[in-house]
């Protein structure tokens, strides 16, 4: 097996709480817990290994009104 990178990772006292109660839910660690979330967040973005990357949907896109929309006075 590859060897896995090692880090330092702070996080707020809540949320390691937070993360600990779920590992323990789902029967693992707290470093698989955070691996398991790290590993759905990068597929969900569509980051994975082997994909080219792509910018991130914007958040809020600026909503538009067409020029001539009813209501709209010029």
Do not use: Y
């Amino acid at each position: 097996m590859a060897q896995k990178k090692r880090f330092l990772l702070r996080v707020d006292p809540k949320l390691h709480a937070a993360i600990e109660r779920w590992a323990a839910d789902d029967l693992r660690s707290v470093n698989a817990q955070i691996e398991f979330l790290l590993r759905q967040a990068v597929h969900k973005a569509g980051r994975g290994e082997g994909r080219r990357s792509r910018p991130a949907p914007a958040a809020n896109p600026p909503e538009t009104e067409p020029k001539d929309a009813p209501g709209s006075e010029d």
